[in-house]
């Protein structure tokens, strides 16, 4: 039988990406050919890399490697089942506990991602006649796990706790429940979230309190425990996000806080009834992971100090970094198709980082986003900022 003509209805999607081809805007994904680590080679090249969370270098630590690989041999590949059915095994449970304890909080519940931790969380715990006050630039698992949860969402200005005490104030007549929710570290800024002004709004009016500390999880705090031991609010907020993704190296997210809360997302957090729990690999490395955040301090320190000099030689280069206050440094570059063209001559100058244009940041606010880690080396940093100075300039930056 010939098969039926008929017009693509998907052809709008072909439009779309034409249009940004046209605008500058297109990405092609760079292929990682190794691991990724300080200089990492993609498509082909070697590059400075600049443009990973791996903050601590533990993505390729001996000790998580050989963790994962022993847990596959004794456990298997896969978990076989969604937590809930018969998909929790006592690595799932140890996991657990040994965040919890590391958190200082009674109990924690591990998601497969720290997206998934985000919008299974705020979804499972609001109904639509609730009140979820949300910075502006809260990371996008926030705001779809607002949508699922269909309570109202109020967006304050980034940072502006003023605003959110006015947006609480005007609710303290309402008899609903009230989530406030800020991340830790902001994620294409690099700057903190005001937690102690936050929690003391949240505590006026009754709210409860949550942070995201996806970047600021094995980065700020003792041994990398946030920014509510940064800030020393231990008991002050209610429900604590983080990630395994990131500085700890591997993939997953948590959620810390009381019994009650983690028996309850047990229950209706809707990845953990319906998606399959991390296989043994993941679980026993993130395992591994929480002992070197406490024995190998240095890292830490080292993550710090190479922040410092990047930043410096950044800024002593002409350069704008923002407001950051973390290892994220944006370099700011104005519309998209700058940032992505200041991405590209990079590359050519042999260092990865990334550009980040509308819808991810806004439309004047383009900029190619760096992340440094604990394990650059001095010499890379200097061949990292050679190369900042040569596409900066060629890209009329500086
Ligand atoms: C990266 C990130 C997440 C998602 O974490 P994954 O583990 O990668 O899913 C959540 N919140 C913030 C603020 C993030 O930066």
Redesign the pocket.
Known sequence: MEPTSRPNPLSYLGDQLADWKTAGTYQRLRILEGPSAAESRFDGKDVINLAS?NYLGLTTHPKLVEAAIAATRKYGAGSGAVRTISGTMDLHMQLERRIAQFKNVEACVV????????AGTVSAILTPEDHIISDQL?????IDGARLSRAKIHVFPHRDHQAADRILSELDASPTRKLLIT?????MDGDIGPLPELVAVAEKHGAVMMV????SSGVLGRNGRGTIDHFGLHGRVDIQ?G????AIGV???YVCGTKDLIEFLYHRARPFLFSTSHPPAVTAACLAAFDILESEPERIENLWANTRYLKKGLSDLGFDTGTSETPITPVMAGDAARAFRLSDELFQEGVLATGIGFPTVAKDKARVRTIVNATHTTAQLDRALEAFRIAGRRVGLI
């Not at 809260?138 to 926030?142: K, L, P, V």
């Not at 995201?212 to 970047?215: E, K, S, V």
């Open positions: 969370n998601f497969q991602s720290g997206f998934a931790a985000n809260n990371h996008a698992s926030i991340d830790g570290v902001f994620s995201d500390d996806a970047h996000v990630t395994l993704s990131k993939l997953g997210g």
